[in-house]
């Protein structure tokens, strides 16, 4: 059967930090902050957006997490979203995985219609069988229950699937519902915490995604 595979999408196919940095600068000004400009949240992107605040907004003090993420949602709707780039190769990488026969979703924590507005603005959007994210009120925020609607939706086998992500809860999200997890050196996670959190194989660059996936999500092992 032909194999299904789960694209995160922040540091995975696109370099979207200008754009998050920016929105998330807006967000702590209209609380009254001033953060500095070299502030650098490279390291928080990847969990829920609510989790994301809260750690921003910690050193001031301030517990306004839901003012700010209505803040960053509505900036990043505007402009911020614009502010994402596909890392170098990612779109033959895509070209490459369709034309086998693979199965192809987007799981990503940010809220779908952005990933989706992303998605067509990049042009990529033709590649994907599916486009999932969080919804507006919280729904699938978190990796484990947004795959396992992925995988229940489209009646996918764990054992033919793969997830693909730059983070630790890109892999422990996989791992929660018997899927194998690649981690992608390329985005904001280290190879040290792909590696702590298990990831079942790791891949040096967008060049060699494609060969990586179809390999692995075409195989016959048993998730680890």
Not at 45 to 62: K, V
Not at 151 to 179: E, N, Q, T
Not at 202 to 213: G, K
Request: charged fraction near 20%; include cysteine.
């Amino acid at each position: 059967m032909a194999g299904s595979v789960l694209l995160d999408l922040d540091g995975t196919l696109i370099d979207s930090y200008p754009g998050i940095l920016a929105s998330c600068l807006a967000a702590l000004r209209s609380l009254g902050h001033e953060p500095d400009d070299s502030l650098d949240i490279r390291g928080s992107i990847g969990p829920p957006l609510e989790e994301i605040m809260q750690i921003l907004l910690q050193p001031y003090g301030d517990d306004r997490i839901g003012e700010a993420v209505a803040v960053y949602r509505q900036h990043y709707g505007e402009s911020g979203f614009l502010g994402s780039v596909p890392y170098p190769g990612i779109g033959k990488s895509l070209e490459e995985m369709q034309r086998t026969g693979l199965r192809i979703y987007l799981a990503t924590s940010k809220r779908a219609i952005f990933a989706s507005r992303i998605l067509d603005h990049l042009k990529f959007t033709a590649y994907f069988d599916g486009i999932y994210g969080s919804g507006p009120n919280g729904e699938l925020d978190h990796k484990p229950e947004l795959l396992a609607h992925i995988l229940s939706k489209h009646s996918l086998s764990p054992a033919h699937s793969l997830m693909v992500g730059d983070r630790r809860h890109d892999i422990s999200g996989a791992h929660a519902v018997g899927v194998r997890g690649l981690g992608v050196l390329w985005g904001y996670g280290t190879r040290a915490e792909l590696e702590t959190a298990g990831a079942d194989q790791l891949v040096d660059s967008p060049a060699d995604l494609a060969n990586t996936v179809l390999a692995m999500a075409n195989g016959k092992d048993s998730p680890g």
